[in-house]
């Protein structure tokens, strides 16, 4: 009976361990127009911000806009003058996933990031999920938010 019980218990951990070593492939997700058009107007967003490009990011924020970092708040005044001077360089975004949700008029976006930023002179790394939130005005999105939320852990 005691080896029928020890049998048993190889017999499950062993198929508890086999379990583990299975990975299923990530499902694709299949993306509508409009949401595509959203995730790629927000990769050419970080790529504009990482080349300090004003001209470009200044349109695209709307008058409203504010933009939420770990050292406060402000609007799009703020936001674009502190990118033209370099108190924050947005350097590289690492987009590690990305999903999107349209409702009605407003698409938002959530990335999950490593951001390699100059802030204050330092080179820092941090890991966020971002929420960007785009309104869509006169036939043109416009981003309306910007929030960085850092996560605890640099696990991506």
Not at 115 to 143: H, R
Request: charged content about 20%; aromatic content about 8%.
């Amino acid at each position: 009976m005691k080896s029928l019980i020890t049998v048993l218990c190889i017999a499950f951990s062993m198929q508890y361990s086999f379990a583990q070593d299975v990975k299923t492939p990530p499902v694709e997700k299949k993306y509508s127009e409009t949401e595509q058009q959203i995730i790629t107007l927000s990769k050419n967003k970080w790529q504009w911000m990482a080349d300090k490009d004003v001209d470009k990011l200044t349109p695209l924020f709307d008058d409203k806009s504010v933009f939420v970092h770990m050292g406060g708040s402000w609007g799009k005044k703020q936001e674009i003058d502190i990118i033209k001077s370099g108190g924050i360089h947005y350097k590289k975004a690492d987009v590690h996933e990305v999903s999107v949700n349209i409702i009605d008029n407003t698409a938002i976006l959530l990335n999950k990031i490593t951001l390699l930023a100059v802030v204050g002179g330092n080179e820092v790394t941090n890991p966020f999920i971002v929420t960007e939130v785009y309104v869509i005005e006169n036939g043109a999105w416009k981003l309306g938010s910007l929030s960085f939320t850092k996560l605890l852990t640099p696990e991506h």
